[in-house]
């Protein structure tokens, strides 16, 4: 069965600090990846998502970065934290059936806070 | 383009009250539909979904038929339970691309 691992599951962190979020799942292969954020009381902002290794879309331009160096493996990244980074952010995968997503499963998120 | 419209919360309910939760799409062609449920600190998980029109979702009591002629995927479940307490998605993929479409949430809490 498939299972998806997201760390740390919780983190404070001062601003102007770098931030790394790993991801990665497992028991499936070249799954469709994604990064949400969740700010407090909020519905999900979609902030990346990938479709295969190297290939990263971005759809917010702000401070945060991804990566996919390996087929299971999405990282989010940001150089200096703003105090609007706060939230709980959710990765997610799920496969494409006929050129569009099906189900996503997510992880259990990380609760950033940065004060 | 796609968008997904969902009623405002929070809807607050009595143990054993029937609920629905309204959802409509926009969207070309034939969108897949779903509804996600998130609990407390958790990440999101599928409840239900329907693929073609005039489908009926189903899943721990809770149902969801596909209408395409009003656009809509309407939550209903007869009883609910405190253990509902949750906030719930609607959301639709459609092809041309891998994103899903989420609408805003809605928090329900069920009080005993």
């Known amino acids: 069965s498939q299972t998806i691992h997201q760390w740390p599951a919780t983190l404070v962190q001062p601003v102007g600090s770098p931030l790394s979020l790993e991801c990665t799942v497992e028991?499936?292969?070249?799954?469709?990846l994604y990064w949400y954020r969740q700010a407090a009381g909020r519905g999900l902002q979609l902030l990346f998502y990938s479709v295969g290794i190297g290939q990263i879309s971005s759809e917010v331009p702000q401070n945060l970065s991804a990566s996919r160096p390996q087929d299971r493996q999405f990282i989010l990244s940001s150089k200096k934290l703003l105090l609007s980074d706060s939230g709980f952010y959710l990765c997610?995968?799920?496969?494409?059936?006929?050129?569009?997503?099906?189900?996503?499963?997510f992880g259990p998120g990380t609760r950033l806070t940065v004060l | 383009g796609n968008s997904v419209t969902q009623m405002e919360g929070p809807v607050t309910l009595s143990e054993e009250a029937f609920l629905t939760i309204n959802c409509t799409y926009t969207?070309?062609?034939?969108?897949?539909l779903f509804w996600y449920v998130q609990y407390p600190g958790e990440g999101l998980q599928l409840l239900l979904k329907?693929?073609?029109?005039?489908d009926k979702g189903s899943n721990k009591g809770f149902e969801a038929t596909y209408r395409k002629e009003t656009t809509s995927f309407h939550l209903e479940k007869g009883s609910v339970q405190v253990s509902d307490s949750a906030v719930y998605f609607c959301a639709l993929t459609n092809t041309g691309g891998f994103k899903t479409i989420f609408g805003a949430g809605t928090r329900l809490f069920v009080k005993a």
């Open positions: 329907a693929t073609k029109a005039d």
């Open positions: 028991g499936t292969s070249n799954p469709n």
């Open positions: 997610a995968w799920g496969l494409g059936t006929f050129g569009r997503a099906d189900t996503q499963y």
């Open positions: 969207a070309t062609g034939y969108p897949s």
